[in-house]
């Protein structure tokens, strides 16, 4: 869906379930395009990252203070005018809703990767706090994009650099020029 955006820095919610790759795409989509970058998880408060770090799926009331701060943050750099990368899983439609009623020109750029491709992929990721466990759980929640939201999926198949390249290219007929 096509918004009347452009000329205008983007606004970009890079979702998907953990593992696709969210944070190294969404890095480097924000410096190729020039925006600033926030990595959901670091909005996430303690109580949630315990909960997730024991084996336990989020709940909804879990995820709305979250989902809220995020939203935030993409309306303020909306109205600063400098758009912005953000990872978020962003896995039900409602949790869209959420963020688009703070920024609802968002873009959802979702990462979609085979189960077995991303279950490899976070069996050998180190250092964080979603445990592979829950992953059967995310995607029994995911609900892929609508044909009115704004936004695109992308396969996780090629590499980081070739998916930025493709969001850029994606990005280019609703907002303009970008770099």
Known sequence: MALNVENRMPTVVVMGVSGVGKTTV???????????YAEADDFHPPANIAKMSAGIPLDDRDREPWLRALGQ??????AAGTGGVVTCSALKRRYRDTLRAACPDAYFL???????????????????????SLLDSQ???LEPLQPDEHGTVLDVGPTPEQLVEMA???LRPV????A
């Open 139 to 141: 995607y029994a929640t």
């Open 73 to 78: 943050w993409l309306g303020a750099r909306r």
């Open 26 to 36: 969404a890095r480097l989509l924000a410096e190729r395009l020039g925006l600033p």
């Open 168 to 170: 850029a290219a994606a």
């Open 110 to 132: 979702h990462l979609s990767g085979s189960h077995d491709l991303v279950e490899d992929r976070l069996a050998h990721r180190v250092g964080h706090f979603m445990p592979t």
């Open 175 to 178: 907002n303009g020029d970008l």
